[in-house]
């Protein structure tokens, strides 16, 4: 497993369990996961495979998905949560854009199979709130597995 997978996948499964329990994340959580994503990124810039170019446009093409939540989150008064906008923008930065998208559709096509589970099994209940982080772990685990084999 790459580096920048392994951390992703720890960070994500840390945050998981506590966004299940309390359907939020701590800052500090989220600080720890930057800083590792930022570490990665720059581990990266160091030891280029590619052209540093090529690496910095991947670099910041990885952001775009963590902004577009981001400002989804502000948009809708954070019914969508600051917290899974900087999850996600942690993942562009340290896999790249289109890892990040993959990632990130296969979290919203689970969160989709829960709600309409939850909707099937326990009718339509206002306030209902479904934690997304848990989602884009198990996608982000299902991606990796899916690349590897």
Known sequence: MGLEWMV??????????????EKEVSLWKLKIYGILAAAVSIWKLFSPKDDLPVLIFRLFAGL???????????ITREAVGYG????LLFIGLSLGFWECIGIFFA???GVF???VLALLLFGRKKGLEIPFIPFLFTA????????KG
């Open 107 to 109: 979290g919203l096509l």
């Open 113 to 115: 199979l829960a709600a």
């Open 64 to 74: 775009l998905p963590g902004i577009f939540l981001l400002i989804l989150a502000r």
């Open 8 to 21: 992703n996948a720890v960070m994500l499964a840390f945050c998981s369990i506590q966004d299940i329990r």
């Open 84 to 87: 899974d906008g900087l999850v």
């Open 140 to 147: 982000l685990a299902g991606g990796y597995f899916w690349m």
